[in-house]
């Protein structure tokens, strides 16, 4: 890695494992049996409101009392070493923020934030850092309108402009990262293969083999607590000869 490589890391719910929080696919995936998909849909939010905001409730409690962990800070510290590092996630947790980046880099949100709520009504967006919400008492907007979770759900558009950031990071990355996630969610997965197209070296640090593919040049298999901070330690080591 020179000085001045441009490295970008894409990363999902595998990273934030080691927090307590867990990943969609993995085990503790499941929410009274619920699989992320019957919940996590603007069809199933329609049907149930009150399960889907249960649901966000279960899910506010536990990001509140996760941290950052050793991959998280590992990112943090790589973006100290190299020229500039920007992170795409598609995690809506917010523990990135919590570390920051170094130097120039950004985090680009793709799926939102689990902090923020919209009115179905209005369309009206703000911050809410509360408990719960629990059911049977639905946030309602100033309008009278129903709040959803300001989150991307199965089946929903990405901002155009998170979409653009993501794309033209990707494009110019040297070095693309995929951390934590089964990268089968479109268009989040299409990344990888823009970021090899265009001639970045891509690496997977996951607990298995999940993105498949030539756009792979190399795969390391393990936790991304232990793996990423190993990668800080080679390219410090890499520095001082
Ligand atoms: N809007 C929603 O509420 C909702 C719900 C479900 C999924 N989705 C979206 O789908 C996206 C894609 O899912 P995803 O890929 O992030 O999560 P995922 O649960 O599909 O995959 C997690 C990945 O992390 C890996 N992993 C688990 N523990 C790890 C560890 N300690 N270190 C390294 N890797 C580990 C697993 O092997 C797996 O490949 C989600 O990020 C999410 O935004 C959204
Ligand atoms: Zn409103």
Redesign the pocket.
């Known amino acids: 890695m020179t000085p001045q490589a441009r490295v970008v890391a894409l ?5 934030s ?2 927090s307590g929080i867990p ?4 085990k503790g ?1 499941l929410y009274k049996n619920l699989h ?2 019957d ?2 849909t603007p069809e199933a939010f329609a049907r149930d409101p009150a399960t889907v905001w249960e649901w966000y409730g279960w ?1 506010r409690d536990l990001v509140r009392r996760a941290r950052p962990n050793a ?1 998280h800070r590992a990112l943090r510290e790589l973006s100290e070493l190299v020229g500039r590092l920007d992170i795409i ?4 947790d917010g523990l990135h923020e919590q570390t920051g980046l170094a130097g120039e880099g950004g985090i680009v949100r ?3 934030s689990l902090w923020r709520m919209r009115c179905t009504r209005c369309g009206r967006e703000v911050e809410d850092r509360s408990a719960g919400p629990y059911p049977p008492d639905l946030p309602h907007c100033s309008c009278g309108g129903l709040m959803r ?1 300001a ?4 089946g929903e558009q990405l901002a155009s402009e998170d979409l653009d950031e993501a794309g033209a990071l990707t494009r110019h990355a040297d070095v693309f990262l995929v ?7 479109y268009p ?2 299409g990344f990888l293969g823009l970021a090899s197209q265009q001639g970045a070296f891509v690496a997977e ?4 083999a ?1 993105a498949s593919g030539p756009e792979i040049g190399l795969r390391v298999t ?4 232990e ?1 990423l901070p190993a990668l800080v330690d080679a390219v410090r080591k890499r520095r001082k000869v």
């Open positions: 990363t999902g719910a595998g990273i494992a080691a990943t969609f696919r993995g995936g992320a998909q919940l996590a899910r991959a996630t598609q995690n809506v793709l799926h939102g979770p989150v991307v759900w199965f951390v934590g996630t089964s990268a089968v969610v989040a997965a640090f996951n607990l298995e999940a393990g936790p991304s607590e793996t």
